[in-house]
């Protein structure tokens, strides 16, 4: 390996001592390891600029890996930077779940099996997400998880009709609609009633959000289908697009949010080859 970025969260990793000890496992070893720090901030991510601390942008352009250490939310903000750049993410969990990370805490000495070359590669799909208003697109983004129309408070429900391939799947009113991966379909989208998707399966789950309806449900569909969501009335009401829980864009009535797989893919670092089912059954079935 020629070099290794760790992208830290201090609010996780206190003192980053855990940063520290794999910076240095690294650089004895040869390997250049600069550090980058993101803050989480009311659900965003934010860079920081610290003595001795790189830029992400300017540290992931030519990196062989990125060595996260927070939670899923910390991933998910630097998948597509990662993913433009075609670098695999090594994730340590630090946060609540950490269903895409790979490694617990305790499990840190196994970074040495990366040195060692006995790791392998999982590649996620993505999805590309625009919104065209008047004919025109105004807004354009992709994400690991999900994208979701929803409401942005509290108030009636939104009207909306969901194609697929230009041919309608469903229409409903509701408090919204999750389009998400099979990386997405063990987060919002379960919690909304959605199917668990294997992440090989490479699916599109569309789940409704408390649709007022006793026929709107979720829906598997391939993974090439191109999805659109058409708002309808929303009566001066608040909705929004989310996108992997960040990036947010005030949304119109005749707004049409399109989404499809996109050409970019997440490639997590798998060290433990653990099974999907066995990640599912360790992180849902306990209780809070």
Not at 73 to 97: D, E
Request: with cysteine.
């Amino acid at each position: 390996m020629k070099k290794v970025v760790i992208c830290a969260n201090p609010q996780r990793d206190k003192g980053l001592l855990i940063t520290a000890r794999i910076k240095k496992h690294f650089e004895d070893n040869g390997v250049p390891t600069p550090v980058c720090l993101l803050f989480e901030n009311n659900g965003s991510y934010e860079s920081a600029n610290m003595s001795g601390c790189s830029n992400l942008k300017e540290e992931v352009p030519g990196a062989d890996m990125l060595i996260c250490l927070g939670g899923d939310g910390t991933i998910l903000h630097l998948s597509k930077t990662a993913a433009i750049y075609g670098v695999p993410i090594l994730g340590v969990n630090l946060g609540t779940l950490g269903f895409i990370t790979d490694l617990e805490p305790e499990e840190s000495f196994r970074i040495a099996d990366v040195l060692r070359g006995e790791y392998f590669i999982e590649d996620r799909m993505m999805i590309d997400v625009a919104v065209v208003r008047n004919k025109k697109t105004i807004f354009n983004d992709f994400g690991l998880n999900e994208a979701v129309v929803g409401k942005g408070v509290p108030s009636r429900p939104l009207k909306m009709v969901v194609y697929g391939d230009e041919r309608k799947i469903s229409g409903f009113s509701g408090d919204g609609v999750i389009i998400a991966t099979p990386t997405g379909s063990t987060a919002y989208s379960m919690s909304a009633g959605g199917p668990i998707v294997e992440p090989s399966a490479e699916n599109i789950v569309l789940t409704p959000i408390c649709a007022h309806s006793l026929t709107a449900k979720a829906f598997v569909l391939a993974g090439d289908r191109r999805i659109m969501v058409e708002l309808g009335d929303i009566d001066g009401r608040a909705a929004n697009l989310f996108i992997d829980g960040g990036c947010t864009i005030e949304l119109k009535r005749g707004d049409q949010i399109k989404i499809m797989k996109s050409q970019y893919k997440t490639k997590l670092v798998r060290v433990i080859n653990r099974s999907f089912y066995e990640v599912v059954n360790s992180k849902l079935n306990t209780d809070i």
